[in-house]
């Protein structure tokens, strides 16, 4: 069994997941680059019962594009995002890829928001797109 570890940039809120991600995906959507800081949001997507949470987060809740809600985790010490669950899909829990700091994770097999993605971005070629 495949285990990895993503935390916070002080390690005071962590998460360890089993197995593989569902899906990695980035996103180019606007509340995705603020929230990163970034031009995109890269993210995977695991089944909730395959995290174990550890440390205490504070949470925001993030009202989308489409009117979809999203419950982001944080550490109230250093302010990094370790995951966030969006409502209907309570089954599942996201994490920011840059939490796990491992450059052997998986790549995005998915694409959101391409619209607003910056022009000097470059995607893998077998990626999934979604305008």
Same mark, same amino acid.
Not at 9 to 37: D, M, N, W, Y
Not at 56 to 66: H, K, L, Q
Not at 105 to 111: A, D
């Given at each position: /069994?495949? =285990?990895?570890?993503? %935390?916070?940039?002080?390690?005071?809120? %962590?998460?360890?997941? %089993?197995?593989?991600?569902? &899906?990695? %995906?980035? *996103?180019? *959507?606007?509340? *995705?680059?603020?929230?990163?800081?970034?031009?995109?949001?890269?993210?995977? &997507?695991?089944? +909730?019962?395959?995290?174990?949470?550890?440390?205490?987060?504070?949470? =925001?809740? +993030? @009202?989308?594009?489409?009117?979809? &809600?999203?419950?982001?985790?944080?550490?109230?010490?250093?302010?990094?995002?370790? =995951?966030?669950?969006?409502?209907? &899909?309570?089954?599942?829990?996201?994490? !920011?890829?840059?939490?796990?700091?491992?450059?052997?994770? !998986? !790549?995005?097999?998915?694409?959101?928001?391409?619209?607003?993605?910056?022009?000097? @971005?470059?995607?893998?070629?077998?990626?999934?797109? /979604?305008?």
């Amino acid at each position: /069994m495949t =285990y990895r570890i993503a %935390s916070c940039s002080c390690g005071q809120l %962590s998460a360890k997941v %089993s197995g593989e991600p569902i &899906r990695v %995906s980035v *996103c180019h *959507c606007h509340a *995705c680059q603020r929230r990163t800081g970034s031009v995109f949001g890269a993210q995977a &997507r695991f089944a +909730r019962e395959a995290v174990e949470i550890s440390g205490e987060g504070t949470a =925001y809740v +993030r @009202v989308g594009d489409e009117g979809g &809600r999203a419950r982001f985790t944080f550490c109230p010490v250093c302010g990094a995002t370790v =995951y966030f669950a969006a409502e209907g &899909r309570e089954d599942s829990i996201v994490i !920011p890829v840059g939490a796990f700091a491992e450059s052997s994770f !998986p !790549p995005p097999t998915f694409s959101v928001y391409e619209e607003r993605m910056h022009p000097w @971005v470059s995607l893998p070629e077998d990626i999934e797109h /979604m305008a």
